[in-house]
């Protein structure tokens, strides 16, 4: 286990890192910027997988597959379709 | 010593998240950066379930079946999703990711409590955060995407007391979470009554927004969904859920910055719900003068005899889809010798950067591509300059008329060209409702037909020449 401090110091610098790099990201890219954090958001799939402990029909593991559906649809959904426009993005000799 | 493990491999995962934006810094290597998150996501989704495994806590049914359900549907709605839909498809993710961060933290509270565990203040506080990020996410995203998608207009509702009605729900909520932090009353029923307020919330935050500033909530949504995705990682005390939602969070705000500084609206502004309300200012609406138009021979020959020309492409170059059109224009002037390059303004799409991926669509090649700042000195060396469907974003009003509703937004200087063919239906007036004196100019050609139409126009004509 992580103290909330810890993880509090991680957010905050996360936060710094993000800004650094995000903002070196041209414009012609912003709209696969946002397509491809929607995938990265979709890591909240990892918190879904904790909700399922067990195999029992209870309504805690029932929200947790719902999370795990949403979440899913993020990450394949946001990764093919960054791939799918990035594809098109073309040099001048090609 | 397994926890170890795990936590190094999550490490190793955020890290290489941080790779993969870095590599969407340039084209060249953009492709590889989604790969490399995609693989990033791949190694924490095993990490946990390998310790899920090992622990022997993992109900596999429940999470195969999510996987399957939800991985076919965004395989399908990747590929089948048009470029002009894009806004809309990005709403609609975000939403997904507030709300399976409402669905986790939901869960957890479920679990915890049918367990008979009472959750410390912390835990508490960061649960309670997480359902209500996550809510107004998923439903402002909705509305958002029914906004973008035509399904409600796009004009603001906005009913008496909206603001204080929303202002009302947000004390609400305060009030319920703190009653669920010290425990009084029924905690689950408070918990319950908690999520559908923070869902009510997000319906009344975004319905009051046009759907000109659909951009700026979706970026400001995209950044939610991240700080969701964080809340949980604080809920589950979790290193990588925290980092990547503390990234997204800030590529969102970084955005929603940029949207607000080219539509000339402040974050404040954005982040109270004041938006959508138009700005003081004098409306210029008087009747046009002195406007001279042109037929497509007059605009071909115009071009035939320029050595420069820049194409200003705005929504409704997008709405009418002649970018296909314009490429052919380009590449016939290119093959003449003639220098071309694109302008593209910040908010001339629906989304940050949804001209660039339209155009790229239509292969036209990214480096003609170019941003406001990099293009504006170059339009006083223009011979001819192109606007298709674009209106307020290049109405000189906003750097010389200080009474203006739009002053101070940074415009595409394209009045300094030698020549401007104004390609447009009619003489109506753009978002902000104003005159665009640049349609009286001297040197400003008005071309009144649809784009698509009209480019084909020029294109037929030029090749007669």
Same mark, same amino acid.
């Given at each position: 286990?992580?103290?909330?401090?810890?993880?509090?110091?991680?957010?905050?610098?996360?936060?710094?890192?993000?800004?650094?790099?995000?903002?070196?990201?041209?414009?012609?890219?912003?709209?696969?910027?946002?397509?491809?954090?929607?995938?990265?958001?979709?890591?909240?799939?990892?918190?879904?997988?904790?909700?399922?402990?067990?195999?029992?029909?209870?309504?805690?593991?029932?929200?947790?597959?719902?999370?795990?559906?949403?979440?899913?649809?993020?990450?394949?959904?946001?990764?093919?379709?960054?791939?799918?426009?990035?594809?098109?993005?073309?040099?001048?000799?090609? | 010593?397994?926890?170890?493990?795990?936590?190094?491999?999550?490490?190793?995962?955020?890290?290489?998240?941080?790779?993969?934006?870095?590599?969407?810094?340039?084209?060249?290597?953009?492709?590889?950066?989604?790969?490399?998150?995609?693989?990033?996501?791949?190694?924490?989704?095993?990490?946990?379930?390998?310790?899920?495994?090992?622990?022997?806590?993992?109900?596999?049914?429940?999470?195969?079946?999510?996987?399957?359900?939800?991985?076919?549907?965004?395989?399908?709605?990747?590929?089948?999703?048009?470029?002009?839909?894009?806004?809309?498809?990005?709403?609609?993710?975000?939403?997904?990711?507030?709300?399976?961060?409402?669905?986790?933290?939901?869960?957890?509270?479920?679990?915890?409590?049918?367990?008979?565990?009472?959750?410390?203040?912390?835990?508490?506080?960061?649960?309670?955060?997480?359902?209500?990020?996550?809510?107004?996410?998923?439903?402002?995203?909705?509305?958002?995407?029914?906004?973008?998608?035509?399904?409600?207009?796009?004009?603001?509702?906005?009913?008496?007391?909206?603001?204080? /009605?929303?202002?009302? !729900?947000?004390? #609400?909520? $305060?009030? *319920?979470?703190? %009653?669920? &932090?010290?425990? +009084? @009353?029924?905690?689950?029923? /408070?918990?319950?009554? !908690?999520?559908? #307020?923070? $869902?009510? *919330?997000?319906? %009344?935050? &975004?319905?009051? +927004? @046009?759907?000109?500033?659909?951009?700026?909530?979706?970026?400001?949504?995209?950044?939610?969904?991240?700080?969701?995705?964080?809340?949980?990682?604080?809920?589950?005390?979790?290193?990588?859920?925290?980092?990547?939602?503390?990234?997204?969070?800030?590529?969102?705000?970084?955005?929603?910055?940029?949207?607000?500084?080219?539509?000339?609206?402040?974050?404040?502004?954005?982040?109270?719900?004041?938006?959508?309300?138009?700005?003081?200012?004098?409306?210029?609406?008087?009747?046009?003068?002195?406007?001279?138009?042109?037929?497509?021979?007059?605009?071909?020959?115009?071009?035939?005899?320029?050595?420069?020309?820049?194409?200003?492409?705005?929504?409704?170059?997008?709405?009418?889809?002649?970018?296909?059109?314009?490429?052919?224009?380009?590449?016939?002037?290119?093959?003449?010798?003639?220098?071309?390059?694109?302008?593209?303004?910040?908010?001339?799409?629906?989304?940050?950067?949804?001209?660039?991926?339209?155009?790229?669509?239509?292969?036209?090649?990214?480096?003609?591509?170019?941003?406001?700042?990099?293009?504006?000195?170059?339009?006083?060396?223009?011979?001819?300059?192109?606007?298709?469907?674009?209106?307020?974003?290049?109405?000189?009003?906003?750097?010389?008329?200080?009474?203006?509703?739009?002053?101070?937004?940074?415009?595409?200087?394209?009045?300094?060209?030698?020549?401007?063919?104004?390609?447009?239906?009619?003489?109506?007036?753009?978002?902000?409702?104003?005159?665009?004196?640049?349609?009286?100019?001297?040197?400003?050609?008005?071309?009144?037909?649809?784009?698509?139409?009209?480019?084909?126009?020029?294109?037929?004509?030029?090749?007669?020449?």
């Amino acid at each position: 286990m992580i103290s909330l401090f810890a993880l509090v110091a991680l957010f905050i610098l996360a936060i710094f890192v993000g800004f650094e790099v995000i903002t070196k990201v041209p414009p012609t890219l912003h709209t696969p910027l946002m397509s491809g954090t929607n995938a990265i958001s979709g890591i909240i799939i990892v918190g879904a997988l904790l909700c399922i402990p067990d195999s029992s029909p209870g309504v805690a593991n029932i929200l947790g597959m719902i999370a795990i559906i949403m979440a899913s649809i993020n990450v394949f959904g946001g990764y093919l379709v960054t791939d799918r426009m990035l594809k098109m993005f073309k040099r001048k000799n090609d | 010593m397994i926890d170890t493990i795990i936590n190094s491999v999550y490490l190793f995962a955020a890290v290489l998240f941080i790779f993969a934006i870095k590599g969407l810094t340039h084209v060249k290597t953009a492709r590889r950066g989604n790969f490399l998150s995609a693989l990033a996501m791949f190694i924490a989704i095993v990490a946990t379930v390998v310790k899920m495994q090992i622990s022997g806590q993992i109900g596999w049914g429940f999470i195969i079946a999510g996987f399957v359900i939800g991985g076919a549907m965004g395989a399908i709605v990747s590929q089948k999703v048009k470029m002009t839909a894009m806004p809309q498809m990005v709403a609609i993710f975000n939403g997904m990711g507030g709300g399976a961060s409402v669905a986790v933290a939901a869960s957890y509270f479920l679990r915890t409590n049918e367990l008979g565990v009472v959750l410390g203040v912390s835990d508490s506080i960061t649960t309670i955060i997480g359902v209500i990020i996550g809510a107004v996410t998923l439903t402002g995203s909705f509305i958002a995407f029914s906004k973008l998608q035509g399904i409600i207009k796009g004009k603001p509702i906005l009913f008496p007391g909206n603001n204080i /009605l929303n202002i009302v !729900l947000f004390l #609400v909520v $305060l009030v *319920l979470s703190v %009653l669920i &932090v010290f425990g +009084i @009353g029924d905690s689950l029923l /408070l918990f319950f009554i !908690l999520v559908c #307020v923070a $869902l009510l *919330l997000g319906i %009344l935050l &975004v319905t009051p +927004i @046009g759907g000109a500033d659909m951009p700026v909530v979706i970026s400001l949504l995209n950044s939610y969904s991240g700080l969701a995705a964080a809340a949980a990682g604080f809920i589950l005390k979790n290193s990588v859920l925290v980092i990547s939602g503390a990234l997204v969070g800030a590529s969102g705000i970084i955005l929603t910055r940029i949207m607000c500084k080219a539509m000339n609206r402040s974050l404040t502004n954005v982040l109270f719900g004041g938006f959508g309300q138009k700005e003081e200012g004098k409306k210029d609406t008087s009747e046009y003068e002195n406007v001279k138009s042109c037929e497509a021979d007059e605009a071909a020959i115009i071009l035939d005899n320029a050595d420069s020309v820049i194409f200003v492409p705005g929504y409704g170059l997008a709405v009418a889809q002649a970018q296909h059109a314009v490429k052919e224009l380009a590449d016939l002037l290119k093959k003449k010798g003639k220098k071309v390059a694109y302008a593209i303004h910040p908010v001339a799409g629906r989304m940050p950067g949804h001209m660039n991926v339209l155009l790229a669509e239509a292969n036209v090649p990214y480096e003609h591509l170019h941003d406001l700042d990099s293009i504006n000195p170059e339009f006083k060396n223009t011979d001819v300059v192109i606007i298709i469907g674009a209106n307020d974003v290049v109405n000189p009003a906003a750097t010389k008329e200080k009474s203006s509703p739009i002053y101070g937004m940074p415009i595409l200087n394209t009045h300094e060209a030698r020549t401007v063919i104004v390609i447009k239906r009619s003489l109506s007036a753009g978002f902000a409702g104003i005159k665009n004196k640049l349609f009286e100019h001297t040197n400003t050609l008005m071309f009144f037909e649809d784009g698509k139409a009209a480019v084909k126009k020029i294109v037929q004509e030029f090749k007669e020449l």
